[in-house]
Every structure is written in structure tokens, then in C-alpha cells.
């Protein structure tokens, strides 16, 4: 397979920038950081004017092009590749979206060395001739299904970063709840801490961290109710812990709910909507996938 292009990116200088030193250039105009440019600027072709290699103190002549290298080097992830499924909703140069399965961790961790979204797209680069490093911007919850975007190079990772809990980086959640909330519509304002030694549960509690739900039904279904979410924190488990907090617990939710695996196999979240802006292009990005079949199977109307 052969390798893709190096990702770079590329200043023609103007005359107002005529004499303006590299880094002035590579910080303001391209928005590099510091902790990206110390990557590259080693590297025989990391910053370039004209095709020769220059350090960042060099001063820059109008027409000459200015070019970075924005793909790693070498990978420091650390992360194997290992083969499996990928449902990839966009993809360029800069980063992916990807629907993520259900049951899947989106990070090796203990146990979980080669059965990952990162152990996928690790595989998935290599065998695509892309030499991106996996460099992820947001988590899902193993048992959450949905959008998620990743970065390929660490530039992509940064500006995304920067945008999460803000109007550029906005995920809408669908979660079906046993029961229903207090009213149509509402928020959530309740902090949320680790519930005593148990390494995975939250709860709320006052000494928490601050965390914030909207939610608003869509529709009843039987005993059950579908929900949108957004949320102005990411807390985590941040949805499972304010839904249960009052009073309507995710269906299936094994850890703040009641666990039914003859209805689902895991809580009923879905990230169905994200909103973001392109960390290189700056272009608005939206997409949307539709509920998975086991929480649309929730829908007693729909199955009879």
C-alpha cells in the first residue's frame, strides 16, 4: 500500500507579512503551539521556506511559501494495531467521525490491549498507507454508542480540545430513561464526585465537580421515555448519574439503574449529534447518525 502525502500546511507570504520572523507566522496566522512546533521543528523537512529547512527565528520575504509538517513523525501513542469494524462517517486529512458501536472502549486500557476503537484505527491507518498516530479528542462510554471524533495529528487534537464544553463543539445525546423527568424540559445542575472508594461510580454530592444536563422529551414509550440531551460539562457518566438523580435512570443502566439485558444489553445511550469546527479549515462540520436497533427496539409501539 502505498504511504499518503504527509499532511503539511503552507503560508504564501504577503507583503504586510514581509519580514516577520517564522514563529511570529507559525503561532499567529497558522495557530501552531508551542508543544506541536517542538515535534517538528527537529526535523529535516518539520518547517520549511521554499523547500529548505529554517529555524523559527528566520525571517520571511514576501512569495516565499511557508510550509509545517503536521503528521507525527514517528508514533507515540503507543497504541498496536488490530484489525476490526469501523462505521466512518467522515474522514480527511485532519481528523475522522466514526459511529461508534456499542461494547467497544474507545482506549486500550487493562484487559483491553487489541479490542479498541484506538487498536482499530491504528490498524485502519496502517493497512491505508496513512501514517496518522491515534490522537483522540472526546471519549464514549463503553456501553455508549454514537458519534466520535478523532484526531490524526496533534495540531487536529489541540483545536479540537480547545472546543469541547464550548458553542464550537456541541454533541446532542438520545437516551431512553425508565419512567419519565419531572416536566417536558428542564436542567440539571448538580455536582458530581466519585461515590466513596468505588473507582468507577459517581454520584452527585456537594463537594463534586460542577455538572450540568438539558433535557428535553421526545416522546413516551410505554413505560419508558425517549430523551435529547446536551450537556454544558463532561462529567463522567455525567447523563447516567443526573437522570437517575431524578429519578429516571437510563434503561439498562447496571450501575445507577436496574440491569435487563432481555431488554438491552447495556445503558441506552446514543450520541446522535455532533457539531464542530474544522481545527484546520475552520469549516462548519455537522453530522447525525440514527438511534442503534437495540434502543429503537425500546419502542413498544414500534414492535408490535
Not at 47 to 69: K, P
Not at 142 to 156: D, I, M, N, R, W
Not at 230 to 237: A, I, P
Not at 276 to 284: D, I, N
Amino acid at each position: 500500500m502505498p504511504q499518503k502525502p504527509l499532511r503539511r500546511l503552507e503560508l504564501l507570504i504577503t507583503q504586510a507579512q514581509d519580514g516577520q520572523e517564522v514563529n511570529t507566522l507559525l503561532r499567529r496566522v497558522l495557530g501552531l503551539s508551542g508543544t506541536v512546533l517542538r515535534r517538528v521543528k527537529w526535523l529535516d523537512d518539520g518547517i520549511t521556506l521554499d523547500g529548505a529547512r529554517v529555524n523559527v527565528r528566520v525571517r520571511v520575504r514576501e512569495g516565499q511559501t511557508l510550509s509545517v509538517r503536521l503528521t507525527d513523525p514517528a508514533p507515540r501513542s503507543g497504541v498496536v494495531p488490530a484489525p476490526g469494524p469501523l462505521d466512518l462517517v467522515y474522514e480527511d486529512q485532519d481528523l475522522i467521525v466514526l459511529n461508534k458501536a456499542p461494547g467497544v472502549l474507545v482506549h486500550p486500557s487493562h484487559g483491553h490491549f487489541d479490542d479498541t476503537i484506538g487498536n482499530f484505527l491504528m490498524d485502519y491507518y496502517k493497512k491505508s498507507g496513512d501514517e496518522s498516530d491515534f490522537h483522540p479528542v472526546h471519549r464514549l462510554d463503553k456501553g455508549t454508542s454514537g458519534l466520535l471524533a478523532v484526531a490524526k495529528h496533534p495540531h487536529a487534537q489541540e483545536r479540537l480540545k480547545r472546543q469541547l464544553h464550548t458553542g464550537d463543539f456541541r454533541r446532542t445525546y438520545l437516551a431512553v430513561c425508565d419512567g419519565a423527568p419531572p416536566a417536558p424540559s428542564g436542567t440539571v445542575d448538580a455536582p458530581i464526585g466519585r461515590a466513596g472508594d468505588a473507582p468507577s461510580r459517581r454520584e452527585v454530592r456537594p463537594d463534586g465537580q460542577p455538572a450540568r444536563t438539558h433535557y428535553r422529551i421526545l416522546r413516551p414509550l410505554g413505560p419508558r421515555t425517549l430523551l435529547e440531551l446536551t450537556l454544558d460539562t463532561g462529567r463522567t457518566h455525567q447523563i447516567r448519574v443526573h437522570m437517575a438523580h431524578i429519578g429516571c435512570p437510563l434503561t439498562g443502566d447496571f450501575l445507577y439503574g436496574t440491569e435487563n439485558r432481555a431488554l438491552i444489553a447495556r445503558p441506552a445511550l446514543h450520541s446522535a449529534r455532533l457539531e464542530l469546527t474544522h481545527p484546520v479549515t475552520g469549516e462548519r462540520l455537522v453530522y447525525s447518525v440514527p438511534l442503534p436497533d437495540d434502543m429503537a427496539a425500546l419502542n413498544p409501539k414500534e414492535n408490535n
